[in-house]
């Protein structure tokens, strides 16, 4: 394809993307054509298909229209996420945030949380039948759902245990799946309807108005976040260790104390966050394989590395601790609605200035206001996933969004991304097979007498 950033205005369709590479409904299609008018005036007939579900009426484009930005953001994030797993380790910048701040590891899960949104405004834009795409809806946040418990429940270990299994009393319920399938189920529930199918869209504030109810959802949700978090009295709490040469998973051991007694508090151990988790969840229920705590300033004395204890460390250094809990999800579903604001640009919007204007407005103000927030004292968090938090990483991915489809959709520079464009087309399977670590596992299980003779100890790799 020629690099040309050409000005190109495509009429009566919603240009280039098609959901059908990730959809699993068996749907009919014919084909159709429109005409496309591009800067010089001159028009063509382009062959598009229309699919005729069940559910959902979408019109989409044919493979050389298909939006590609979207797909090489989906696969940017993958490779991001399996860079940050496989070497953050190595280098604290490319590690998550011990606790307050963020680092390049920070922006993964928003990232993945705003092209959902993205994606499901193109796929609900029109809904003929609302309860059919309810049930599709509900239906696909399951299977995520039931994929995310099996992959992250425990069920598979890590490098240097070869046991598979694991206790129903230590379940992990949550998990980056778990957390995107509910803001995906309650995005595209939004999508389907809240919103009014009535209204013509020529400007921003029409495209506001049309939308208002999910921003309502989206105001409700902050609102109800920041009462929780800092409204409620956090009272102290107890936890048990692992005993010595049992799984880091399964406690039983001594019990140790966490003093609390305070409300508002945003810091590692008393915040209403965990208390949430603990008292929904189960304490026994939460992430504990390798403690979220373990790299802050408190509890290691190579922070923001892994260390040893420092002498004198708080009784809350070993405790479990949910990265992707309850309350925190409920920030990850307004991160999805901003994805969705992004998804209704493309679709009513046909000129690229016109979209890239309605995305970096609302991109650059979220990132101001999440820094002034930030100096405010309600700080960058990932673990809290706070206000402050969803605003910046919200703002970063539209901008870089928008530079993609700059990049990609406007001037075609579609070869030097391919690679990327690729893997956001199979991101879920790359993700399950490399991020989640089930390829290597896999690996692993083929040894050479002993379970230590095996091909990743030999690459260094689990040693």
């Known amino acids: ?28 299609v014919h084909s159709s054509s429109v005409n496309v008018v591009d800067s010089a005036g001159d028009s063509h007939e382009t062959s598009i298909i229309i699919p005729n579900s069940v559910g959902v009426s979408e019109t989409a484009a044919s493979s050389k229209r298909r939006l590609a930005s979207l797909d090489v953001f989906r696969g940017l994030t993958v490779g991001l996420m399996i860079l940050v797993d496989d070497v953050g380790g190595l280098c604290p910048l490319l590690n998550h945030s011990p606790w307050d701040g963020v680092t390049l590891a920070d922006f993964v899960m928003p990232f993945f949380l705003f092209i959902v949104g993205v994606a499901l405004g193109l796929t609900y834009k029109r809904v003929p039948r609302k309860i059919i795409a309810t049930r599709t809806a509900v239906l696909r946040a399951l299977k995520l759902l039931v994929v995310g418990l099996v992959i992250q429940g425990g069920y598979f270990h890590g490098f240097n245990d070869l046991t598979y299994g694991v206790d129903i009393q230590y ?40 939308y208002q109810f999910q921003w309502m959802v989206v105001l409700v949700l902050t609102v109800v976040h ?23 998973s399964v406690a039983t051991g001594t019990f140790m104390t966490v003093k609390c007694g305070v409300r508002g508090e945003t810091g590692p151990a008393c915040n209403a966050v965990g208390m949430i988790d603990r008292a929904l969840l189960g304490i026994q229920h939460l992430y504990r394989k390798s403690s979220t705590f373990s790299r802050t300033k408190q509890c290691s004395i190579n922070s923001p590395a892994h260390g040893p204890l420092p002498e004198g460390a708080p009784s809350w250094c070993q405790s479990p601790f949910e990265p992707e809990g309850i309350l925190s999800s409920v920030m990850a579903v307004v991160t999805c609605m901003i994805g969705l604001h992004y998804g209704h640009v493309i679709v009513h ?61 406007v001037c075609g520079y579609r070869r030097p991304t391919i690679v990327l464009e690729w893997m956001g087309k199979h991101a ?17 299980g083929f040894y050479w007498k002993r379970p230590e003779n095996n091909i990743l100890r030999l690459i260094g790799i689990g040693s």
């Not at 799946?177 to 995005?187: H, V």
């Not at 921003?204 to 049309?210: A, D, F, G, H, W």
């Not at 879920?428 to 390829?439: D, P, R, T, W």
Request: charged share 20%; hydrophobic share 50%.
């Open 226 to 248: 920041l009462t929780l978090l800092y409204g409620l009295f956090v009272s102290d709490w107890k936890y048990q260790l692992p005993s010595e040469g049992s799984s880091a």
């Open 171 to 210: 379940f992990r319920w949550m998990g980056v799946l778990q957390r995107i399938a509910i803001a995906y189920l309650l995005a595209a529930l939004c999508e389907i309807w809240l919103k009014r199918d009535d209204d013509v869209v020529k400007s921003k504030l029409p495209l506001l108005k049309k």
């Open 1 to 28: 394809m020629e690099a040309s950033c050409d000005d190109r205005k495509i009429v009566n369709m919603e240009e280039g993307y098609s959901t059908t590479n990730n959809e699993d409904i068996n749907i009919r």
């Open 349 to 409: 919007f046909k000129e690229h200035k016109n979209r890239i204007l309605h995305w970096l407005i609302p991109a650059f103000f979220l990132v101001a206001m999440g820094i002034i927030l930030n100096f405010s004292g309600m700080h960058l968090n990932k673990a809290l996933y706070s206000l402050s938090y969803t605003c910046v990483t919200a703002g970063a991915a539209g901008i870089l969004f928008t530079v993609i489809y700059g990049l990609v959709d």
């Open 428 to 444: 879920m399977m790359i993700y399950i097979l490399a991020a989640c670590n089930l390829l290597p596992l896999f690996i692993h």
